[in-house]
């Protein structure tokens, strides 16, 4: 099936293997572009983002496959350079789709959209290539300066790093490990060091968190050698320094290692309120928890805020009558329920509580947490780990989902400007944890790439969406948009990002 009449009048020209390979060349171009997508310093790579006539930057542009020039769409430059020069093929920019400007649409051809596939397909390989590691796979998929003389001398520049990188185990190291995984694939707290939010140069203090952790992450996204795994031996030194606890190579607890790290890099940043904070730690991982305390005699309520940074969920029912939808009489067996374990109210302990209105000591006052402000990324906890006098891991399933909806959890009143569809979050990472309490090994998953990664020190592997939500989790990271191992901690990241102005 042929796109159109005018791609079938091409396929049979003379020019059809020139623009076959200047349209495979582009393909692969962009999508590089679309994995890769950085600035970074002097590790720089042409990309075509500005158009020939006007110079406008970051605009979306349509690249001519009969010659050189590139044309924006805005102005109609892309149009009237085929009109001009007769030349009715251009790939967008954006997307790598093929447009013809004789139909005045995108076409959909299958010889073009088997190029297309293979230039994805082949760059993928490529890029999971740990014997031979290049961006390309092989020579005849290299960019020559001939093949690639449609791009524009003033291109926009790119680092050529995905982030897809293993990192050596220092001895005992793997809970730092998969934290730094955890954070070089958060596109939130990752691009604020790959633009520059803080620049090493600059930087006037010993021991800098936030200057190790911008080394990191440009070591993820270089022009080296990603089959080399990354020793972060300048990275732990910081850390040991900045941390007692850390020093020595004995195991130590991921979810500990990353309230550190943020703890450090908020104390780095020269502000000690962290209300008002904008750390790279706050404006990723920073939220507002509400503690409403009513008291029984009067009705009275009393409203406390706590600033947060990630959330720990109890695995195990201490009030059992309020889960009823548990399967279990002792624990919980999904985030939701452990959501809902968490906001559920609970009766304070007599004496516990004295009202401010009516001074009375309540006996039966009742305390709920709610959520007044959910962050970009939370962070959850499910907490395995009971260091009473004999410390024990609760090795039980927990599910969880790719997304999760936070709205029932939050605080419904005239001040909260939250809809449904502001609260909803996907899946970001995962940590996991194997082993015994005090004899482990931590593992985690992460997005990338449009793709599910494991990462195990050294190693990396693909993993699929079953394989991701089978282990049992430790820790989770979510972003926020409108995802035997135990899972110990959960990343989310929100789908719909809004900012504090």
């Given at each position: ?477 979510f972003l926020c948009l409108k995802l035997i191992e135990y899972r110990y901690l959960l990343f989310y990241i929100k789908r719909k990002l809004s900012y504090r102005v």
């Open positions: 099936m042929y796109g159109c009449d005018h791609v079938l009048q091409f396929l049979s020209s003379s020019s059809k293997d020139f623009i076959c390979k200047t349209y495979f060349l582009a393909v692969n171009a962009i999508y590089f572009h679309k994995i890769s997508k950085c600035e970074r310093r002097s590790f720089f790579y042409k990309i075509f983002q500005k158009c020939s006539i006007c110079h406008d930057f970051l605009k979306r542009t349509f690249l001519c496959l009969q010659c050189s020039h590139i044309g924006c769409w805005r102005r109609k430059h892309a149009d009237i350079h085929s009109r001009i020069k007769n030349h009715i093929f251009a790939v967008d920019s954006y997307n790598g789709y093929l447009y013809c400007f004789a139909c005045n649409d995108f076409v959909y051809d299958e010889f073009f959209e088997k190029i297309y596939l293979l230039a994805k397909r082949r760059l993928n390989l490529s890029l999971l290539d740990v014997k031979n590691s290049t961006y390309l796979l092989n020579n005849e998929l290299k960019m020559t300066i001939e093949n690639l003389d449609y791009l524009n001398e003033d291109a926009q520049v790119i680092c050529c790093g995905n982030g897809l990188r293993g990192i050596q185990n220092m001895g005992a190291t793997c809970f730092m490990n998969v934290i730094i995984q955890c954070l070089v694939h958060n596109p939130i707290f990752r691009n604020y060091f790959l633009s520059d939010g803080h620049i090493i140069e600059d930087c006037l203090q010993d021991d800098c968190s936030c200057c190790a952790m911008d080394t990191v992450i440009a070591e993820f996204f270089s022009k080296k050698d990603f089959s080399i795994p990354f020793g972060p031996c300048a990275f732990l030194e910081v850390m040991w320094k900045l941390s007692k606890e850390l020093k020595g190579y004995a195991e130590q607890d991921a979810h500990e290692f990353f309230v550190c790290l943020m703890s450090s890099i908020h104390n780095h940043s020269g502000s000690k309120i962290d209300w008002t904070c904008d750390c790279v730690a706050h404006r990723t991982f920073s939220g507002i928890l509400q503690s409403d305390v009513t008291c029984s005699a009067c009705g009275n309520v009393t409203s406390t805020m706590d600033p947060i940074m990630d959330v720990s969920l109890e695995l195990k029912i201490k009030r059992a009558a309020e889960i009823k939808s548990s399967s279990s009489e002792h624990l919980l067996r999904s985030l939701q329920e452990c959501l809902q374990l968490f906001t559920s109210p609970e009766s304070l302990a007599n004496n516990e509580y004295k009202c401010s209105k009516c001074l009375s000591v309540s006996e039966k006052a009742i305390k709920q947490l709610k959520f007044k402000r959910i962050p970009l990324v939370i962070c959850f906890q499910l907490k395995r780990f009971e260091h009473s006098s004999t410390p024990t891991k609760i090795d039980t399933h927990v599910s969880f989902s790719f997304q999760l909806d936070m709205f029932p959890y939050i605080v419904q009143d005239n001040y909260t400007n939250y809809y449904n569809d502001d609260c909803v979050y996907d899946l970001l990472s995962v940590v996991c944890h194997q082993g015994q309490i005090n004899t482990g090994h931590y593992t985690c998953f992460a997005w990338s790439n449009d793709n599910w990664f494991q990462f195990d020190d050294t190693t990396i592997n693909i993993a699929n969406e079953k394989t991701v939500l089978a282990s049992n989790a430790y820790d989770c990271m």
